[in-house]
């Protein structure tokens, strides 16, 4: 973690192992960090840097999270990886609500700010 005001490093965000390979901040207040990768998504809450829950069981064990995003209200979350799954999570339960398969691995997804539509590239 950077601190861009003060020009200096505050601390290692602590996830687990494997490779990070994408970070979202909450749509609330920035309270949480959403960090997806090999390992999964944990989600670190900001007044700590740890992680705080692991959002598991939505995507297969060797998979490669490659894309996070939140609802705007920040109770939702959307995750795409590297074998083409894209996932809706239900953040406040932690567990996974529904699962789409692409042709392609995923490289982003997004929330249609102010509404329930979401665009996947794959």
Same mark, same amino acid.
């Given at each position: 973690?950077?601190?861009?005001?003060? /020009?200096?490093?505050?601390?290692?965000? &602590?996830?687990?192992?494997?490779?990070?390979?994408?970070?979202?901040?909450? $749509?609330?207040?920035?309270?949480?960090?959403?960090?997806?990768?090999?390992?999964?998504?944990?989600?670190?809450? =900001? /007044? &700590? *840097?740890?992680?705080?829950?692991?959002?598991?069981?939505?995507?297969? =064990?060797?998979?490669?999270?490659?894309?996070? #995003?939140? &609802? $705007? &209200?920040? =109770?939702?979350?959307?995750?795409?990886?590297?074998?083409?799954?894209?996932?809706? *999570? /239900?953040?406040?339960?932690?567990?996974?609500?529904?699962? *789409?398969?692409? #042709?392609? $691995?995923?490289?982003?997804? =997004? *929330?249609? $700010?102010?509404?329930?539509?979401?665009?996947?590239? #794959?």
């Amino acid at each position: 973690v950077w601190g861009v005001e003060a /020009d200096s490093y505050i601390c290692e965000l &602590s996830f687990g192992a494997g490779l990070a390979t994408c970070a979202e901040w909450s $749509p609330v207040a920035g309270e949480t960090i959403a960090v997806g990768g090999s390992g999964g998504i944990a989600l670190c809450k =900001r /007044d &700590s *840097w740890n992680a705080e829950a692991v959002l598991s069981g939505g995507h297969a =064990r060797n998979a490669v999270v490659t894309a996070l #995003d939140w &609802s $705007p &209200s920040g =109770r939702y979350m959307l995750s795409g990886d590297n074998e083409g799954i894209v996932v809706l *999570w /239900d953040v406040f339960q932690k567990e996974s609500l529904d699962r *789409w398969k692409f #042709d392609h $691995p995923i490289q982003k997804v =997004r *929330w249609l $700010p102010k509404s329930n539509h979401a665009i996947v590239l #794959d």
